[in-house]
Nanobody, 124 residues
């Protein structure tokens, strides 16, 4: 099993920045594809970003492309989501997710392991 714990959420004004962190523990290792999803009230969970096990390839959802950057530090078993130019519509609970080996990355069902989420609120 893998345990994921997100941190770094909070309240920020539109145009501001936040950096989320996701620390992994348990059966950790670098052989995980890691993803970030978000869920706004009343909406389905949405893919935001993903990064392959060695950090060599990143993927982004259309709504965050060009503003968010995913990265990872395998020595620390941690993945990050740098969020810039935040908009009120970015307000959501952000979830970290993990799956063994690289593969499909954009569906909730692709990931067996999830964190508890961290709230991000962007005020206008």
């Amino acid at each position: 099993q893998v345990q994921l714990v997100e941190s770094g959420g909070g309240l920020v004004q539109a145009g501001g920045s936040l950096r989320l962190s996701c620390a992994a523990s348990g059966r950790t290792g670098s052989n995980f594809l890691m993803g970030w999803f978000r869920q706004a009230p009343g909406k389905e969970r949405e893919f935001a970003a993903a990064i392959t096990s060695n950090g060599g390839t990143t993927y982004y959802g259309d709504s965050v492309k060009g503003r968010f950057t995913i990265s990872r530090d395998n020595a620390k078993n941690t993945v990050y989501l740098q969020m810039n130019s935040l908009k009120p519509e970015d307000t959501a609970v952000y979830y970290c997710a993990a799956r063994y080996v690289n593969g499909n990355y954009y569906r909730v069902s692709d990931y067996p392991f999830w964190g508890q989420g961290t709230q991000v609120t962007v005020s206008s």
